[in-house]
């Protein structure tokens, strides 16, 4: 539960050298925890939107969510509510971990970590904008290794193999998008799964 019986949004300001929040709002969405509501993650875009995936394992699209509260609105007003070309990943439906980022052009990064995916490494496959979520423009295997062994709520960390060159937002965990996956964690929406 939260004061405003909505997701919120508490923001530090870097100002005050995150001392002081700059913001404190219920936000446009519901209550976002599993599992009453499904699973979700939050990234933020390059206008400072907050872009939230709703996973599954119930949506009105039978796919991936993409759905944007606007940073104008002070996050209370939606801007975009789309579906995605890419099925269900919430952990129930298949169990593979996954995170999310927005990259350039607000294209979605869904990054496929494990503990199966088809190459055997942790992919990414970007959504495009341009097409409103509704196709890829880059499907890759990554050279980095399968960063979740089971989907469980301890973060494995990353390791990067010698010699494997990877994209800054890979080796610093940023992402891009201010995910963290130990919220998640601290809230309790990823149930361990039984090894």
């Given at each position: 539960?939260?004061g405003?019986?909505?997701?919120?949004?508490?923001?530090?300001?870097?100002?005050?050298?995150?001392?002081?929040f700059?913001?404190q709002?219920?936000?446009?969405?519901?209550?976002?925890h599993?599992?009453?509501?499904?699973y979700?993650?939050?990234?933020?875009?390059?206008?400072?939107?907050l872009?939230?995936?709703?996973?599954g394992?119930?949506?009105g699209?039978?796919?991936?969510?993409?759905?944007?509260?606007?940073?104008?609105?002070n996050y209370?007003?939606?801007?975009?509510h789309?579906?995605?070309?890419?099925?269900?990943?919430?952990?129930?439906?298949?169990?593979?971990?996954?995170?999310?980022?927005?990259?350039?052009?607000?294209?979605?990064?869904?990054?496929?970590r494990g503990?199966?995916?088809?190459?055997?490494?942790?992919?990414?496959?970007k959504l495009?904008?341009?097409?409103?979520?509704?196709?890829?423009?880059?499907?890759?295997?990554?050279?980095?290794?399968?960063?979740?062994?089971?989907v469980?709520?301890?973060?494995?960390?990353?390791?990067?193999?010698?010699?494997?060159?990877?994209?800054?937002?890979?080796?610093?965990?940023?992402?891009?998008?201010?995910?963290d996956?130990?919220?998640?964690?601290?809230?309790?929406?990823l149930?361990?799964?039984q090894?």
């Amino acid at each position: 539960r939260t004061g405003t019986n909505k997701t919120e949004v508490h923001r530090l300001s870097a100002a005050a050298n995150y001392q002081r929040f700059n913001l404190q709002t219920g936000s446009g969405i519901h209550l976002t925890h599993f599992p009453d509501k499904g699973y979700w993650k939050f990234a933020m875009t390059k206008q400072n939107d907050l872009a939230c995936i709703g996973m599954g394992p119930h949506t009105g699209t039978k796919k991936t969510e993409y759905h944007v509260l606007s940073r104008r609105s002070n996050y209370t007003q939606f801007i975009v509510h789309l579906g995605t070309a890419l099925h269900y990943t919430d952990p129930q439906t298949r169990p593979w971990a996954w995170n999310f980022g927005i990259g350039s052009g607000n294209d979605l990064i869904c990054i496929g970590r494990g503990p199966t995916t088809g190459s055997g490494k942790t992919e990414v496959h970007k959504l495009s904008c341009a097409s409103n979520y509704g196709k890829f423009n880059l499907h890759i295997a990554t050279c980095l290794h399968l960063t979740a062994s089971v989907v469980k709520t301890e973060d494995p960390g990353l390791r990067v193999p010698e010699g494997c060159a990877v994209p800054a937002y890979w080796a610093n965990r940023d992402l891009s998008s201010g995910f963290d996956e130990r919220v998640d964690v601290e809230e309790g929406f990823l149930p361990k799964l039984q090894e």
